[in-house]
């Protein structure tokens, strides 16, 4: 995992204003694609948000009832997230490659984390030692093969593999008749992929089908 603590230590405080444009709007419709990709969760499942910077995400997974646990290596990151959870949640410091809860989880999320890790088939691995039933991260075609990373979670010892269209973007908030259109082109399948590969990113879950 590349080492940017220090640098995220600097940019903690309000680092999701300043990195998205509209960060409420960003979350919401990022978990509409991490909620729905892969198995459902059951009521008062565990999820653990690795590299969670600030915990942004952390309204998006406690509205739904779910309890929060959020982990980044970044001690400035980590103040900034229980600022903003409080007792409503979980905040540990810890590297994400090498970091495992006491007991396990029903979900690990990994947004915007993927590209930093090095071997992606021995973190998934690790991942699964203690995630009961789905591992979800983001990536973007441009940056990553979907196909490699497919492999890896194949090598990794998931045999489920579901992928679903994100188009949101972190610089842009549409107005809402643009966004509905986004919200259909995701549910449309080949054309919802396309344009995710070529300009957005998509949302993978990662699991055990026999499970």
Do not use: W
Request: include cysteine; charged fraction near 25%; glycine fraction near 8%.
């Amino acid at each position: 995992m590349i080492d940017l603590s220090e640098k995220f230590d600097r940019v903690a405080e309000g680092f999701s204003e300043a990195e998205y444009k509209d960060p409420d709007h960003y979350n919401r419709r990022r978990a509409e694609a991490v909620f729905n990709v892969g198995p459902n969760l059951p009521a008062g499942a565990t999820v653990l948000d690795l590299g969670c910077g600030d915990a942004s995400f952390a309204g998006e997974v406690l509205s739904r009832g779910f309890c929060y646990i959020g982990v980044d290596s970044s001690r400035g990151m980590c103040a900034a997230a229980r600022d903003r959870v409080g007792d409503r949640g979980t905040i540990e410091q810890g590297d994400l490659a090498s970091y495992a809860p006491v007991q396990p989880v029903d979900m690990t999320l990994m947004l915007r984390v993927l590209y930093l890790v090095n071997d992606r088939v021995v973190v998934l691995r690790r991942i699964a030692d203690y995630t009961r039933i789905k591992v979800v991260f983001d990536l973007s075609a441009r940056q990553l093969s979907l196909e490699g990373v497919a492999e890896d979670v194949s090598a990794a010892g998931f045999d489920g593999f579901d992928v679903r269209p994100m188009l949101v973007s972190m610089r842009y908030a549409p107005s809402p008749p643009v966004d509905a259109i986004f919200r259909a082109l995701e549910r449309s399948g080949p054309p919802g992929h396309f344009v995710a590969r070529r300009r957005f990113r998509l949302c993978c879950a990662a699991f055990h089908a026999a499970a």
